[in-house]
């Protein structure tokens, strides 16, 4: 029903990508974010018909998808308030001095984009990073066309989404080839879109192996291009021994409900529990398994995705010196996710690096050490990851300084006493991390920030008022916060 | 005398380089800033022997470096006071609100430091863009700890250098292993740095096959680390019919000076000039020889690089279809740089791809064009820049809209009737562009936005207040500038 593009034809939408660019930059930031609601509306207006393909498509029930929907919409309308509020512009300007010598010339910098983008979503976030998803919604906020590779897994709730923002497109005038959708079954469509020379930048979420595959490609081409790949990871949960003690049945009742939402098929899913030994844990691990008993599981994403799972959480669990703790009943058959959690001594988890592997799903491993040494050689020895978590009290985190600095070195998001799970859509939100976590921590896939994967300063020296960017003019028509003689202000020059 | 290192020697100061990381990482924006003034006063305190050991070994002026010196110092005591006014933290706090379904977190974010960082310096740049240069003292504003390979064209400069940021270090308490000074002539020495685990990103400043070569190992890593390396480019300048008719005098005594300066060996020097044929452009090339006449000639930086410059020189005026205009005579020896101006049809120049090729040195390509389309047609196919410029009237701008929106896109700084020549640093500097300019067109060598390269931001969520950064704190106990609710302020939070 949907056969993949052939290189002559993505040759020809990918000309038109290119020509769209050199007209949707100069497009103004209100038009940008007119267009970006428009999306919105449009993703709105498709109603049931994208509820029903995505919940075939995905096995994700209605109630997440509906929410997943609301966040999509809130993303689109939110980076578009973003791009028209101008802060991501960066906007600096140090004016001249011809009474120095040698004279100082008048410098005005802020981002413009990078060119044409492509988009590779997510299996388990088919609206919110998929083809209208984050990735999308900076690129067109930033200035860039978007060219998205339908997901195989859910190609036809990619379509509808596709046929919205075509249609948004639409009515408000926007380029042809400000939005092309691919569809590309084989991995050697994305290869060629990532090879692509139209191609500036590429934005990915998704497994370790597909997203540094594509790091590769784009770092070997003859112009490398950035490629912002968000790979997911284990996201430990250090349970401190005080915490533990004084509120073990709220942390396994936390705890229980992070690792099986939505059968754990989120990147920061917590997948590794780290913990003395002791009375204290005993009583969480006991508390943990009667709220997980409680839980009614469901069918994983799809088939690949489940018998990923079953693969990788039982390579996990058959390594020596693991026991499992707890595994659910399998009820659903080959879709099945089949709740799994266990446990392994520090020493042996340091020294077999197969149990830092992510297991995408709902399983989790404890690691109980011998004391908070051990837990600290276990930080030491961590990989990037999205986020790490600190379950503890005043005492833990005056008495683990140690811990604590080597946590924030291993993580994009640090958290105290709370999940990892849940993304809030916000400008402090930082989505990425270390690597294997991503592939530049520098950047971020969730909040407005994520708009600046997509866009480079430009400096324009000795122009003249009435050729600069609007963004730029003296008097500041867009009425945007701009850093003036290193003073951030919104005042007109001459008016600082 | 110098002898390179081994790579035992390297793991035992990389080892002291990652520890120091854990402390200087930590240390107040006030204690970087200390210590890299401290750094400009020991520079400063070298005196005459630091201008005396460059001048042996670059063969570069005695005003020059003393200049440069000052630039040095400048870029020291510059990106410090940027290090404490803190705006390139991003600091941005997003406050939590349970009263939301689901509650919404509080989340705050601020740029932490990459880790330690490598540095390539260049041979051109013996100061400012070399041991104590642009990137050393960005990644010491980030709070990175910095490895020097030092630049084995100036050996001994970087040792006196090296031993003022030791002297620096040492008086500000900074931990063992904050700076690194190592010796490598061979590229052996520089390929184990880039690929050691404890380094988490270079920064470069050289060619282009240097630049691609540590891009390429960096991207090979088992966990990548960003590379960000300024690798020159050609720096076309546009000369159009109303400017060239009007200002030919005042244009040919800029780009004269612009072209000699230092012997070109500047990565901003002008080696293309793009102009449509005619009377005012013969009047303007006729001008610019009479100046390039009355330039004396000097030594190049060394032998190395005057036999590349001869070589790609020769290259280039030998291929078919350019003529030389001018040349000086070699009056020098081996290290003579000969002042070489040569002319091609544009039609000969677009179907030529090694003239597209930097040719480092004091060499200008004039490419004459038939009609402004083929100008047009020139600036679509050039590659990455550091920087365009256009020499143009109101006039000339009008007509060609076409040209300023593609040029726009080919470089990192953008110049109106100036020349390329002269690089300020400024917030507003952009110095880098789209590849292969350098590596990452969305990051800056020069201006203190440059100390983003090497820093990553990281998410606190549900922190308590006590236990965040003072960055961060409701307070705003460092009176910095943080975007709180989305919105700039100096504000402590809840007094917004």
Known sequence: MYTDHSTTEIDTLLAKSEAAFYQYKNLSLKERAHFMRSIAAEIEAL??????????????????????????????????????????????IDLGD?????????????????????????SNFPFAYSTAGGDTACAFAAGCPVIVKAHPAHVETSTLVARAISKAAEQCNMPEGIFTHIYGADFKVGEYLVKHEAVKA???????????????????????????????????????????????????????ASITQDMGQFCTNPGLMIAVKGGALDQYVKQLLVKLHEVTPSKMLHKGIARNYINNMQTAITQRHVDVLYQSDNKLGEEDGMVTIAKVPGKYFLTNVQLRQEVFGPYSLLV???????????????????????????????????????????CGRFIMNSVPTGVEVALAMQHGGPFPACTDSRFTAVGADGIKRFARPVSFQNWDNEFLPDELKNENPLNIWRTVNNQPTQAAVGKV
């Not at 984009?113 to 590779?120: A, E, N, R, S, Y």
Request: net charge negative.
């Open 368 to 410: 109980e050490c011998s004391d908070e040494a051990e837990m600290l050689k276990i930080a030491q020895h961590l990989e990037g990851q999205l986020t790490t978590t600190l379950m503890a009290t005043v005492n833990d985190i005056n008495n683990n300084s140690g811990l604590v600095n080597v946590l924030q070195e291993k």
């Open 98 to 122: 011809a009474d120095k010598t040698p004279s100082k010339p008048d410098l005005r910098k802020m981002l413009v984009p990078l060119g044409p983008v492509v988009v590779f979503g997510a």
């Open 47 to 92: 109603g049931e018909e994208l509820i029903t393909a995505a919940q075939k498509e995905t096995h994700l029930s209605e109630k997440r998808l509906i929410a997943e929907r609301k966040r999509t919409i809130f993303q689109l309308n939110s980076y578009a308030d973003a791009a028209e509020q101008g802060n991501w512009l960066e906007a600096r």
């Open 202 to 256: 590429v934005g990915f979420t998704g497994s370790y192996s597909g997203g540094r595959a594509l790091f590769d490609l784009a770092a070997q081409r003859k112009a490398p291009i950035p490629v912002f790949a968000e790979m997911g990871s284990v996201n430990p949960v250090f349970l401190l021994p005080d915490k533990l003690q004084q509120d073990h049945q709220w942390l396994a009742d936390k705890m229980a």
